[in-house]
Nanobody, 124 residues
Framework: QVQLAESGGGLVQAGGSLRLSCAASVRAFGGYGMGWFRQAPGKEREFVAGISWDGATTDYIDSVKGRFTISRDNAKSTMYLQMNSLKPEDTAAYFC?????????????????WGQGTQVTVSS
């Protein structure tokens, strides 16, 4: 059973930065494609960024391109999301997700493992 735990969320002013971490309780972390999703109140969960098993391939939704960077350290079984130039519309609960295959996906249904989420609130 793979367990994922997010950390790093908080309250920040618009234009500020946060770095989210997702720690996995699995040795073979390098075999999993990973993704970050977010869910704002009253909205559906949406894909934010994804990364392949080796970190060589990444994907972002248009609204975060150039501001967010996804990365991973397989030796530490940890994935990151560096968020810069934050906007109020980035406010949401952020979830990390792990797939049973080595590639990321934009579809939440492709992910088997989910963290509990960490709240990010951006004030204007």
């Amino acid at each position: 059973q793979v367990q994922l735990a997010e950390s790093g969320g908080g309250l920040v002013q618009a234009g500020g930065s946060l770095r989210l971490s997702c720690a996995a309780s699995v040795r073979a972390f390098g075999g999993y494609g990973m993704g970050w999703f977010r869910q704002a109140p009253g909205k559906e969960r949406e894909f934010v960024a994804g990364i392949s098993w080796d970190g060589a391939t990444t994907d972002y939704i248009d609204s975060v391109k150039g501001r967010f960077t996804i990365s991973r350290d397989n030796a530490k079984s940890t994935m990151y999301l560096q968020m810069n130039s934050l906007k109020p519309e980035d406010t949401a609960a952020y979830f990390c997700a792990g797939a049973r295959h080595s590639w990321w996906s934009r579809a939440a249904s492709e992910y088997t493992y989910w963290g509990q989420g960490t709240q990010v609130t951006v004030s204007s």
